[in-house]
């Protein structure tokens, strides 16, 4: 699994009202992780900054198929990242035997983490794309995870074209955190089992002419075989902490 991690600011709701930053109001940010093979969306996090954020979505993927170590990454240049990762799969060395025993994680030797870090003006405007090898061998890293922000500027229009509640200058922020939970989880389900992509597809060849048949990325990472309707969707029994989680 090659895997985009991207981070996304919802902060409609201090700007529009002045809300506090609370834990329950204010900022808040959204962390995601995407298979780029399948673009199935297999983990999320929520939180005040983008740490909390990011150690969510990386416990999750954990408990959902990565108990020992990271996929490979590549993400934005946003910061936390590189903090939960070792927090969530750092190990503390064995101890030798001579001075204070290691208190300290330390990252893993086969893990791989690409950091594409945008630099701007003072007006703003986007001048160069930094490619940043956090963990891995760098040639290694380059060449498995490309140097690109395609996959994740893509899901950041997605996300927004979506869920109204990440839009920019608009009044259908959430007031309540806990709805802006439910939205991004009911906005990834729709994503990863209704919605259709033009990538995934599979030719097909039927009485010699080539047919599509087309995908959803469940169906492509095998955990669905046919697209859901929403209809279908809603009678699905899913477990509490994967709507949540």
């Not at 209809?231 to 477990?239: C, G, H, K, Q, T």
Request: hydrophobic share 35%; net charge positive; glycine share 8%.
């Amino acid at each position: 699994m090659k895997s985009v991690f991207q981070q996304t600011l919802c902060a409609e709701q201090g700007f529009k009202k002045n809300y506090r930053e609370t834990e329950t109001s204010g900022s808040f940010w959204r962390s995601t992780v995407t298979d780029i093979d399948t673009r199935l969306r297999a983990a999320r996090g929520l939180g005040k900054d983008e740490t909390k954020a990011s150690l969510k979505a990386f416990e999750s993927l954990r408990r959902r198929g990565h108990p020992q170590a990271p996929p490979p990454i590549a993400s934005d240049g946003w910061g936390g990242i590189t903090e939960a990762m070792i927090k969530v799969w750092g190990r503390i060395p064995p101890y030798r035997g001579r001075g204070r025993p290691p208190t300290r994680k330390l990252p893993g030797d086969d893990w791989q983490y690409l950091q594409m870090i945008k630099h701007r003006d003072k007006r703003g405007r986007l001048m160069e794309i930094e490619a940043k090898v956090v963990f891995g061998n760098e040639q290694a890293v380059r060449q498995l995870l490309g140097e690109n922000t395609a996959y994740a500027e893509r899901n950041h229009l997605t996300m927004r074209h979506f869920n109204g509640r990440l839009v920019r200058k608009s009044l259908a922020f959430s007031k309540k955190v806990r709805m802006l939970a439910v939205s991004t989880a009911w906005e990834d389900l729709y994503y990863n089992f209704v919605r259709v992509h033009k990538s995934l597809r599979k030719p097909s060849r039927q009485a010699g002419k080539t047919q599509w048949i087309q995908q959803t990325p469940a169906m492509a990472a095998n955990l669905a075989r046919q697209p859901y309707t929403v209809r279908s969707l809603l009678f699905a029994v899913v477990p509490k902490q994967h709507l949540i989680g």
